[in-house]
Every structure is written in C-alpha cells, then in structure tokens.
C-alpha cells in the first residue's frame, strides 16, 4: 500500500463534522479524497466546507474510485454491515463507527468477511486511544488502586428524545436503525472501555424495559458481568430520569482504593487512604483524531489494530445480553 492513506467517508453526516472529519485531513500519511451521502447536494456542500476533491450520492462508486484506498463508515449502524462487507470485497481497509452494527450475528458476519478477505477492519471505540483513560489503564496496571475487585457504571439523564426532530438524529430511536435506543448510542463508548480496562466478558445477565413509552426502543437497561479476573461489574442506564438525577460515573474498586470518572467528562479521581487526588485531561479539538492517527498506522502496515471487530465485539456481547433476555 502507498505511504499516504486516502480516505473516503460513507456518510458525511453531523458525528463527521468536527468529531472525526477534520482528523482525516490533520494525522500523518493521511488525507479525505471523497465523501458520500445519499443527499448530493449535501454531500456537495461538505465537499467544499471541509476542503475534499471529490464527493458522491452513490456509495459504490465511493468504493471503486482507485483514489479511495481506505473507507471510514459514518451512517447509522443498520447501513455497517451492507457497506462494510462491500468495501472488504473491494480490498478497501474499513473503519466503522460505533456501535459495529445492529445485532451481534451482523457483527460476527462482519468479523467473518474481514478474516476471509484479510483486509483490515477497525472499530471506531475512539476513546481507548484518548490520554484520560490511557491514563487510567496505567493507574490499574501499576496497582494504584491494588488488585481490582469491582466495577460498576451509572449513567441517567433525562429523556432527549423531543430534542431529536429531525431524520438525521430520529434513528438513534428507532431500533431498526440503531439496534436499540439512546443505550445503544451512548454504551458502547462505556462497554468497551469496561472491556479495555479491565477484559473480556465471562458471564453476563441483564434486563431491559420501556418506562415511559416515548419511543419503541428500551429506556432503562441494567446487568451484571463476571470479569476475567473474576472481577464483578454492574451497570444501570436510565434515559428517563429528572435531570436532578443526572449521573455520568464509571467506579473501579481495589483492595487499595478507588478509581472514578465520566465517561464523557474530563476527570479522573483516585481516592485511597491517603488521600484524594484530581486529574484533568482536555480533549483534543476533533475527538477521534488520536484513534484515526492509530489506523492510519495499521492500514499502513507500521502499527497493530487499535481496536479490531474481535475486540468490538466483546462489548457488544454484554449490550446484547442486558438488553435481550435471549442473545440473538
């Protein structure tokens, strides 16, 4: 492959603004050659915002243009599979965002192309590659907080559903779209990090219900897992709660203290017996660039899978077990 990665986004949609759009242009041996979106005239107008020489209304000729060496797929999830598994074939490298895809048997056949095809595949958990929570990896891996017994996850804020008029935020509602509700948007970026941290799910149990009836998809999702290491974790997630409840905390306990943090927040807590201490960590301007930097690196052949659809799904594993009481 060339020493330059010419990318192409499927889906130049609102996460590809300033998330991760920008970052194509900005890392090492990279650069955004096309841009599709179904819309052309949208399309079009990103184009020419963001500097890109091209831009298209059809995402195979995304696929095919030969200046297209790498695809970054930015649609809603029930889209992944279909242009992921196009691109493989087309010996395109993929980075797909998150969550993978729609269910668990779509990320296992996405898995499955990758491996049949030996083309690499990367999955956008961008947050491994963010200094606040390499930080906290290195906390655990020097025992600062001693063995790891527990973790747990809180997140409840209040229901955003009315906030999302428009088509282009609707789906993350619509579990044909997204896999699940605002559960499946917002914990994969949580699930992962629990897995990135501290390992591989061995058992998990869950439950799931719709409270307040806004929408179809689950509103309240709760379950326990078994780490290895037998470390016990559970979670809760409630999308319908006052806003006088709002909670964002990941916890991780050890025989010698604590560690906690938001998960979308910018602080990292150590308390022990000695003390309390603060960390502040300032999130770069376009969120995914460290992760993108990473890719780039391994579509090139020069660094190894950030995060590859094995690892994506691990967490996947446990969303799909809280929220159905038989796993697809």
């Not at 030969?66 to 649609?75: E, G, Q």
Request: proline content about 6%; glycine content about 8%; overall charge negative.
């Amino acid at each position: 492959m060339a020493n330059t990665i010419g990318w192409g986004i499927i889906g130049c949609g609102n996460v590809t603004e300033v998330k991760s759009g920008p970052a194509f242009q900005k890392v090492p041996n990279s650069k955004l050659v096309a841009v599709m979106r179904r819309d052309g005239t949208k399309a079009a107008d990103y184009a020419v915002r963001h500097g890109v020489p091209k831009w298209y209304s059809d995402a195979t000729q995304l696929i095919n243009d030969p200046a297209v060496t790498a695809i970054y797929i930015a649609t809603p999830p029930a889209f992944h599979e279909a242009y992921t598994i196009a691109a493989l074939q087309a010996g395109k490298p993929v980075y797909v965002e998150k969550p993978m895809s729609i269910d668990l048997a779509s990320c296992l056949r996405m898995q499955q192309m990758a491996e049949t095809t030996g083309i690499p595949l990367c999955i956008a958990h961008y947050r491994r590659a963010l200094p606040k929570f390499l930080a906290v990896q290195q906390m655990l891996a020097t025992k600062t907080i001693g063995t790891v017994c527990t973790a747990r996850i809180c997140m409840q804020q209040a229901d955003q559903s009315a906030t999302m008029a428009n088509p282009e935020e609707n789906w993350r509602v619509q579990p044909a779209l997204s896999g699940g509700g605002i559960f499946y948007d917002l914990a994969p970026h949580q699930l992962d990090l629990l897995v990135f941290l501290l390992g591989n799910p061995e058992e998990m149990k869950g439950m799931a219900d719709n409270r307040a009836g806004l929408y179809a998809a689950e509103d309240v999702v709760s379950g326990c897992v078994r780490m290895q290491n037998q470390v016990l974790f559970s979670g809760l997630w409630c999308f319908t709660s006052d806003n006088s409840c709002r909670e964002d905390i990941f916890e991780i306990v050890g025989t010698a203290g604590k560690i906690v943090f938001p998960v979308f927040g910018n602080e990292v807590t150590v308390i022990s017996n000695s003390g309390e201490q603060q960390f502040h960590f300032e999130p770069p301007q376009h969120i995914q660039q460290p992760m993108i930097e990473q890719v780039t690196q391994h579509f090139l052949g020069l660094a190894p899978n950030p995060c590859s659809a094995a690892e994506a799904i691990q967490s996947f594993r446990i969303m799909e077990n809280f929220v159905y009481s038989s796993p697809k």
